[in-house]
């Protein structure tokens, strides 16, 4: 398993995800690897992360769920792939209407999407709820529709956190994506050949992931890096190399 840790790092929010190896899923690898770290965790319902949310004794959670609404949209997509549900077809359009915001106000900043979320948002969420609580009286929970809405309801704080902050985002699909050239040469290598192999490989895309992330082309960032290095560049500056501070025209000349 490959697990992903966020790092406060000026700059964008997802900056410096870092990437280790382990052996398996199990709760006690996230919990291991995040130790420490205080904040928002942008992740699905996996089981492996609901001790992470808890608290310990007198104390506060250190991390707080924000949830996923594209896992919530999906249940229920699926729903209305099958059976054209009416009330599937419905619960869609609303989120829909979420996302339609989310479309208008991407790129502004933290403290505008706050306000827009503030005022359009949690209006919408607010009669979304009350609405799906209605339907779900109404239905057995052991019908897919009724699952389906459960699994939103049963996640309502964690799903609709992200409008008390601009930073967060309504579903962890710029995440998700990162991961899928993972998942990719995972299938291509079929095996990295040992545990420290896999070490390596975490490294490597944990800077090739945090490239793209700032707009550098990594085939290149990594070329003059490597020639800068070479070169003689200080073990006291390597942070001068990292890269949310790296100088794009240096990447590019390499």
Known sequence: MLCCRPAAIPGAWLSGCALSLQPDRKGERPRSHLDGFNGYLHADAFAGYQAL???????????THVACMAHARRKLFE???TTKSPIAEEALRQIQELYAIEADIKGRSADQRWMQRQTRS????????????????RLSGKTPL???LQYGLSR???????????RLSIDNNLAERLLRGIAVTRKNFLFLGSDSGGD????????IESAKLNDLDPEAYLASVLDRLARGHSN????????WNFIPSLAVAA
């Open 79 to 81: 729903v209305f792939d």
């Open 236 to 243: 006291n500056r390597l942070e001068e190399l990292l890269p």
């Open 146 to 148: 009724g699952k389906a």
């Open 200 to 207: 390596r490989a975490a490294i490597l895309y944990t800077v």
């Open 53 to 63: 949310y808890r608290a310990n004794g007198r104390n506060s959670p250190r991390i």
């Open 156 to 166: 309502w704080d964690a799903l609709t956190r992200y409008i008390d902050d601009g």
């Open 122 to 137: 949690k209006p919408l969420l607010d009669a979304f709820h009350s609405w799906a609580i209605g339907q779900r009286r």
